[in-house]
């Protein structure tokens, strides 16, 4: 990852970056280094580091949701760095181009920048909504290389989301009409955010994150029901009863849909910053945000 200087506009500490993928794509990106409160290493850098996913339909600003993440672990002196997916915001590629393979190395190419940028720091991965169970699957896989997971409305059932529950689908079999589109445009618009191309659709049949669940061994913080989600909240709660690591699933009811930001924050800092023995192995509702 190059360093580009800071974007205008932006807050202190915040830097745009650029990053390469595996197969030679820009990612856009920004990195907020901390030397502000909270733990630090020997060489002054912050202990503690976030890779940031966005979800479906999204940016690396997430709606405002980022940057304000951002500036509030800053606070508390934790470093971060966001990009665009392929395919989004100011990033190379296309949507239909994404598949979940492809985000996995997408993943592991920007910890590993990370842990460039921030060497002495303990990673945590977070990711919202499609990039949920991919995230959840390097961790099972990769879990030695990060600290926390961090997952905000998780999808983790890509069959179920986008073949088994999908109308253009029947038995498994894409209906003639989406096949005539998939076939003409290369890919299917699922409303309100997701593009899904020929790549991605086959994955799903193979790819299962829910299977790999138990092999994580990070600490897990699951948050469901931070704003509009396609995603049930039972995908979360049964997510949660599958993990053996340390872990806490916090739900945000109906009357806190709306101040959701802040709490969720809130919880996000406390998990990253906690001794590894504090996960609990239970569903809470998140308290009145403030």
Same mark, same amino acid.
Do not use: K
């Given at each position: 990852?190059?360093?580009?200087?800071?974007?205008?506009?932006?807050?202190a500490?915040?830097?745009?970056?650029?990053? +390469?993928?595996?197969?030679?794509?820009?990612?856009?990106?920004t990195?907020?280094? +901390?030397?502000?409160?909270?733990?630090?290493?020997?060489?002054?850098?912050?202990e503690?580091?976030?890779?940031l996913?966005?979800?479906?339909?999204?940016?690396?600003?997430?709606?405002?949701?980022?940057?304000?993440?951002?500036?509030?672990?800053?606070a508390?002196g934790?470093?971060?760095l966001?990009?665009?997916?392929p395919?989004?915001?100011?990033?190379?590629?296309?949507?239909?181009?994404l +598949?979940l393979?492809?985000?996995?190395?997408?993943?592991d190419a920007?910890l590993?920048?990370?842990?460039?940028?921030?060497?002495? !720091?303990?990673?945590?991965?977070?990711?919202?909504?499609?990039?949920?169970?991919?995230?959840?699957?390097?961790?099972?896989?990769?879990?030695?290389?990060?600290?926390?997971?961090?997952?905000?409305?998780?999808l983790?059932?890509?069959q179920?989301?986008?073949?088994?529950?999908?109308p253009?689908?029947?038995?498994?079999?894409l209906?003639?009409?989406?096949?005539?589109?998939?076939?003409?445009?290369?890919?299917?618009?699922? !409303?309100?955010?997701?593009?899904?191309?020929?790549?991605?659709?086959?994955?799903?049949?193979?790819?299962?994150?829910?299977?790999?669940?138990?092999?994580?061994?990070?600490?897990?913080?699951?948050?469901?029901? !931070?704003?509009? +989600?396609?995603?049930?909240?039972?995908s979360?709660?049964?997510?949660a009863? !599958?993990?053996?690591?340390?872990?806490?699933?916090?739900?945000?009811?109906?009357?806190q849909?709306?101040?959701?930001?802040a709490?969720?924050?809130?919880?996000?800092?406390?998990?990253?910053?906690?001794p590894?023995?504090?996960?609990?192995?239970?569903?809470?509702p998140?308290?009145?945000?403030?």
């Amino acid at each position: 990852m190059t360093e580009n200087g800071n974007r205008g506009g932006a807050a202190a500490g915040e830097m745009a970056r650029s990053m +390469t993928t595996y197969d030679g794509l820009r990612l856009a990106g920004t990195a907020v280094v +901390t030397s502000g409160a909270g733990e630090h290493t020997a060489s002054g850098e912050p202990e503690h580091a976030v890779l940031l996913l966005h979800g479906e339909g999204a940016d690396r600003d997430h709606g405002g949701f980022f940057p304000r993440l951002a500036a509030e672990f800053a606070a508390a002196g934790i470093g971060s760095l966001r990009f665009d997916l392929p395919g989004h915001g100011e990033s190379e590629g296309r949507p239909e181009e994404l +598949t979940l393979s492809g985000l996995l190395n997408v993943i592991d190419a920007g910890l590993r920048d990370l842990r460039t940028l921030l060497p002495g !720091a303990r990673l945590t991965l977070f990711a919202s909504g499609l990039t949920g169970g991919v995230a959840a699957g390097y961790a099972a896989r990769r879990g030695s290389e990060i600290d926390r997971l961090v997952l905000i409305n998780p999808l983790i059932d890509y069959q179920r989301q986008f073949v088994d529950e999908a109308p253009n689908w029947s038995d498994g079999r894409l209906d003639p009409d989406a096949a005539a589109v998939l076939r003409g445009t290369g890919r299917l618009d699922r !409303a309100p955010a997701y593009v899904l191309g020929r790549a991605m659709l086959n994955e799903v049949f193979w790819l299962q994150p829910r299977g790999v669940l138990e092999a994580i061994t990070a600490p897990v913080l699951i948050v469901h029901g !931070a704003g509009p +989600t396609p995603v049930p909240v039972d995908s979360s709660r049964t997510a949660a009863a !599958a993990l053996r690591c340390p872990h806490r699933l916090v739900e945000i009811g109906d009357t806190q849909r709306w101040e959701w930001r802040a709490p969720v924050i809130r919880e996000s800092i406390e998990w990253i910053l906690a001794p590894v023995d504090s996960g609990r192995a239970e569903a809470e509702p998140l308290p009145t945000a403030r």
